[in-house]
């Protein structure tokens, strides 16, 4: 029903900056909220980030937060993830994915995007 499509990963020395994308096509309408989780080798998925689709309020996780920027333009049903000051640590699988309006955990997900940052 809704379909996610990520992109914008790479390698980038530490201290860099990296801006991840997220398309989203299908019943975009009925989409409440979207977020950006990440998975490093050996280690859970993780959240990291969400944005509410319709009045764009934002909520990060502590180890993001203040480095990260996540954002939206509904026009081109794309969601962002503006990353800086990265470091080692964020090295990792980073994922987008949508909850719909009326559902309570994320049923729809990308298939993510590869994330190095190298020290």
């Known amino acids: 029903q809704v379909q996610l499509i990520e992109s914008g990963g790479g390698l980038v020395q530490a201290g860099g900056s990296l801006r991840l994308s997220c398309a989203a096509s299908g019943r975009t309408f009925s989409i409440d909220h979207m977020g950006w989780f990440r998975q490093a080798p050996g280690k859970e998925r993780e959240f990291v980030a969400h944005?509410?689709?319709?009045?764009?309020?934002?909520y990060y996780a502590d180890s993001v937060k203040g480095r990260f920027t996540i954002s939206r333009d509904n026009a081109k049903n794309t969601m962002y993830l503006q990353m800086n000051s990265l470091k080692p640590e964020d090295t990792a699988v980073y994922y987008c994915a949508a909850v719909l309006l009326g559902a309570d955990k994320y049923d729809y997900w990308g298939q993510g995007t590869q994330v190095t940052v190298s020290s």
């Open positions: 944005i509410r689709w319709s009045y764009a309020n934002t």
